[in-house]
Structures are given as structure tokens and as C-alpha cells.
């Protein structure tokens, strides 16, 4: 039996189809994935190294910061900053930017905005969670520190995103913009390898994915849509599937594969909605695309949003094109007052 090809062999092989090619988004995925393995490692000893529970601190969020959430952190930067790819980076538990000052670094090309360890209140639980990165060029000149500029682009303007997810096993799942292809870590071998090649939504979906309990404070055009979905579907003959895990990570993992729609709209508790465009939605809306879904705020694509804040927030709705045209409708149809 053929082995199957490793994530480093992917890229080299692919590099062609990324427009900057000279080798260095090729080190700076390496960077992520060399990262993402020693979490992987830090997760799955969680219970045993005493890291499991909160750290005591809150992030510039707002929310108690978990222990893992400090690590991942660490653990992504200092990798990155340890290669010579990344002049900054931002990261959702940081309340600035990094400008990493070194020369080899001012003269590197790429910045990327980094959420670290999504989904972090189920980690006590061993509920799935995850990484999400997003990479792009700076816009500043090479050989000067990085710039507000550099970081609020908005998402059309990425070279790269994507996701790890640490589940029952550990799978990259990333994009440059030519398809999204996912690569599952052998622990044994200590290699990604290609085994989600191609992703792409199902045409149909049957799955939607929303916190219900903030059901009351949803726009009407989302409470409508939430009641279309809970009706008999005449083709399937049964209604829709509710699964909501609250890691985004795994929600939009799950519904890529199987054919679904994430929902967190704006509300009365949430009038700008709860997850931050750069570290979220933009990234997720990127490989949605690319895997033929499609992701909005309600009212325009979250990837024309030209952020104005590191930490901006948005409504968003993402999945499956079919089913998020039609929450698109409803929106239409029930506009808010």
C-alpha cells in the first residue's frame, strides 16, 4: 500500500499555485504545524501535567483565560518568532499586536492573527477544540516595524487560514486559495499526512449549529429560520439536525464534512454578535469559500468587512451556500426595526 503524502511533501509539491512562492509560506506552515503538535502533546496530558482549569486572569476579552489558553499562546509565538517568516503577529488573547523587532523579521513579508485555543471552556469537559490562524502580507514596506495597517485588512486580502483541530485525532485543515485539503497527525510517526483531500460542503445540508439558549434575543429573521429548520424537510422527510458544541473549531469542522450552517447572530446580549472577525471569521469564512460554502454578517460577505479594531466583533452566519442564502432571506424578509 502507497503511504500516504505528508503535509510538508503537499506543500512543497503545490507551492507553484501559491503566487509569492520563494519558500517561505512553506516555513511559516511548518512553524504552525510544529506548534500545533506540541499542544496537541500539552492537550492530551492535560489531566496529567495539571493544566487543566482556569488560569485566573481574563484576556483582553474579557473571559477567564484557561491555563491551556496561556500555553497555546505562548507555545504559537514563540515558535513563530523563533523562525524568520513572521514580522507580527496578533493574537486574540493579546491586547496589541507583536512587532517583532529583530532584522531578519522586519524584512520578513507575513503577519498572521492567531486564535490560539478556541473553544477553551470545554477543555475540562474533553470536548474538541482547536486552533485558527490567518495569514497575510503586510502592507507596510519590508525593514520597518509592522503598522495598524499590516493587521486591519480585511479577509480578501489573505494569503492563507486555517484550522487544527484536537479532537479524537488531530487534523490541519488549511487553504491558499486553492481548495482546502485537511492532514491528520500520525503521533506514532510524528507526521501530518494527507487524509481530507478536496474538502467540499455537501450540496445539501442537514445539520445547523446554534447556541439556542440565546434564542430570545435573536433577530426575528434568525428565530424564523431556526423554526423553518425545525420543520419537517420534504425531501429528507425529518427536520433538521441541531448539534452545537460551542468550539467553533468543531462546529464548522463538522458541518464542512457532513453539510451544515453555523449560526451566531447579533442580539440583545451580543448587538455586534460574540466572535472577532480577524481571528474568527475571517479565516473560517476564507476556507468556507474555497470548500463552496459561503459566510456572512446577515447583510454582506464577512470577508468585504474592512475591519476597524484588532478585536472587532461580528454577526456570523456560515456553511453551506443553499442553507445560508436562505437565512440570508429571512433576514431580508424580517428586517430589524
Known amino acids: 500500500m502507497e503511504r500516504p503524502i505528508t503535509l510538508g511533501e503537499f506543500i512543497i509539491e503545490n507551492q507553484k499555485d501559491f503566487p509569492y512562492a520563494k519558500g517561505e509560506l512553506s516555513a511559516l506552515l511548518s512553524s504552525i504545524k510544529l506548534a500545533g503538535k506540541v499542544v496537541h502533546q500539552s492537550i492530551n496530558r492535560a489531566g496529567l501535567s495539571q493544566i487543566l482549569g482556569k488560569a485566573g486572569k481574563e484576556n483582553i476579552q474579557g473571559e477567564v483565560q484557561a491555563k491551556l489558553d496561556i500555553m497555546a499562546n505562548n507555545e504559537f509565538i514563540n515558535t513563530l518568532r523563533n523562525r524568520g517568516e513572521v514580522c507580527g503577529l496578533a493574537s486574540e488573547e493579546l491586547e496589541n499586536y507583536l512587532a517583532f523587532e529583530e532584522p531578519m523579521h522586519k524584512e520578513a513579508k507575513y503577519i498572521v492573527l492567531i486564535d490560539p485555543l478556541d473553544g477553551s471552556s470545554n477543555i475540562d469537559v474533553d470536548i474538541t477544540v482547536g486552533t485558527i490562524f490567518s495569514i497575510y502580507r503586510r502592507v507596510s514596506p519590508t525593514g520597518t516595524t509592522v503598522t495598524d495597517e ?27 486559495g486553492k481548495g482546502v485539503n485537511g492532514f491528520t497527525f500520525d503521533p506514532g510517526v510524528g507526521s501530518f499526512f494527507l487524509s481530507h483531500p478536496k474538502i467540499k460542503f455537501p450540496e445539501k ?22 423554526k423553518w429548520m425545525q420543520q419537517l424537510n420534504e425531501e429528507e422527510n425529518r427536520p433538521f ?19 451544515g450552517i453555523y449560526l451566531y447572530p447579533q442580539g440583545s446580549t451580543a448587538p455586534n454578535g460574540k ?31 474592512v475591519p476597524k479594531e484588532l478585536h472587532e466583533r461580528v454577526p456570523f452566519i456560515c456553511g453551506n451556500s443553499q442553507m445560508v442564502t436562505i437565512a440570508e432571506k429571512f433576514l431580508k424578509e424580517y428586517p430589524e426595526d
Request: glycine letters at 12%; aromatic letters at 12%; a positive charge.
Open 150 to 176: 499590516d493587521f486591519l485588512q480585511s479577509g480578501r486580502n489573505q494569503v492563507a487560514a486555517g484550522y487544527l483541530i484536537y479532537g479524537s485525532s488531530t487534523i490541519l485543515v488549511y487553504t491558499t
Open 205 to 226: 445540508g442537514s445539520i445547523y449549529s446554534v447556541n439556542e439558549g440565546n434564542y430570545i434575543h435573536f433577530p426575528v429573521g434568525i428565530k424564523k429560520f431556526i
Open 241 to 259: 439536525t441541531a448539534r452545537y458544541t460551542g468550539s467553533l473549531v468543531a462546529d464548522f469542522h463538522r458541518n464542512m464534512l457532513l453539510g
Open 275 to 305: 466572535l472577532r472577525l480577524l481571528y474568527e471569521c475571517n479565516p473560517m469564512a476564507f476556507l468556507a469559500e474555497q470548500a463552496g460554502g459561503k459566510a456572512i454578517d446577515g447583510k454582506m460577505n464577512i470577508m468585504d468587512i
